[in-house]
């Protein structure tokens, strides 16, 4: 099994942590005996038809990224998009604006697939050099160039991992790259005991999903949306404490842990019976109106991510709000009810 060593600055001394996989052992053989069943996931015609594009979006795509100095805009707004990788929806909502600066685009990602140096360092450097590129687009690019050695890690991927016991416990002060060379190395362990490619392994995990969702799981629905308002918060959190964008922006710290913040926003929501906490209307963990959807909102805008300071609210009242006081938006909106 494999093992991580790094080393993180500690005063004018070192602390050394390992992280070893062999644990999560039991698990993976769990994990091919009974929890992924690949004939039935693959008799779903969504996952069946994400696995059979597999060829012709490595076809297209793997050349240009492991070679990304003739990638064309176009090509990268198409491997954005669902319709040309078959696989993922979501990477062209925040990733479009990354074209503006197509040669920063191409050195970051010459970076990236440049196998000489560590996965950490590189993964690192990509993510800190082009605001807009995340986890999620970074990985499914390593998947498409590398298509034997890197998984993808996104939403559902950590959710699935974090299901079956199999996300890593993370020592602190510990950065993107790093975490990413552990989860990789779980991933790809999983994908060999299961018997599959590292694509197939990425739609495995929808499969699951599709299963919760038609066997009605409302909990697992709500856990998802829990889980993304956490890690939102930690986005936001990291691109606006000034040191991964030029511009000047108000600092926004999480002064809580993810986890202690997950079982807080499930605190928060059941004080409220799941409603928004401004408005009182019934949220929507998913559906077809996104402007329902749980929204994690600072009471205090100008305050950070820590208890006593957040309530979760409607999309659209977060982006009503935006930076109004509390107390003044309640007003405001007590006024438009004619309260």
Known sequence: MARFLYEEAEGDGGCRHHFDIADKQGKLAKLKTGHFDVDRALSLPGIRQIVAKRE????????????????TKEDYLDFLSFQHNH?????????RTVTDDMENLRGALAILVDETRPLAERFDATLTSVSGLGVATITSILLVAYPDRYGVWNGTSEHEMRERALWPDFPVRITQGQKYEQINAILVEVAEESH??????????WADKIDRKNAGYHVSK???AIWEMATQAEQTAKYANGQLVERTLKNKDIRI???ALIRYLEVLLGETGYCCAITQIPLQPDGNDNQLRPSLDRID????????????VA???????QD??????????ALVRGE
Do not use: C, M
């Not at 107390?327 to 909106?333: D, G, K, Q, Y």
């Open 315 to 321: 999309r659209f009242v977060n982006k009503w709000k």
């Open 56 to 71: 012709e979006v490595l076809g297209r795509f793997g050349r240009l990224f492991r070679n990304p100095v003739h990638l």
């Open 301 to 312: 805008s100008n305050g950070h991510y820590e208890i006593g300071n957040l309530q979760v």
């Open 324 to 333: 109004t006081p509390d107390a003044e938006f309640r007003r405001l909106l």
């Open 222 to 224: 709500w856990g998802i």
């Open 257 to 259: 842990s993810k986890e």
């Open 87 to 95: 696989h993922w929806t979501g990477l062209e909502r925040v990733g």
């Open 196 to 205: 599959v490619d590292l694509w197939t392994l990425d739609a495995l995990w």
